[in-house]
């Protein structure tokens, strides 16, 4: 089954940055989903993109500051996230689905970013 590898976490000041990354084989073929998690919050979705890269969407709270992407000849979606604050501290996941289905059925392990002084 598709297995997704994100990277990209760490630790970071307000107002830094971030990219992470998920990469899998054939990932061209899916919708990817970024989504967090924070201590004692629900899971949230943060932004997403279509698997032909014609469509994207973001969360309200990260508009005008993350930009979602891909790079089909190398199987990778990226989340590049500017203007870091404590809050968007979580672990954040990588998920994928056919476009056929509204359905994630694929998840990364997560990776944890952390904003903070």
């Known amino acids: 089954q598709l297995q997704l590898v994100e990277s990209g976490g760490g630790l970071v000041q307000p107002g830094g940055s971030l990219r992470l990354s998920c990469t899998a084989s054939?990932?061209?073929?899916?919708?990817i989903g970024w989504f967090r998690q924070a201590p004692g919050q629900e899971r949230e979705a943060v932004s997403c993109?279509?698997?032909?890269?014609?469509?994207?969407y973001y969360a309200d709270s990260v508009k005008g500051r993350f930009t979602i992407s891909r790079d089909n000849a190398q199987n990778t979606v990226y989340l590049q996230m500017n203007s870091l604050k404590p809050e968007d501290t979580a672990v954040y996941y990588c998920?994928?689905?056919?476009?056929?289905?509204?359905?994630?059925?694929?998840w990364g392990q997560g990776t944890q970013v952390t904003v903070s002084s």
């Open positions: 993109i279509s698997s032909r890269d014609t469509s994207t």
């Open positions: 054939r990932l061209n073929d899916y919708a």
């Open positions: 998920a994928a689905r056919r476009v056929i289905t509204p359905i994630y059925d694929y």
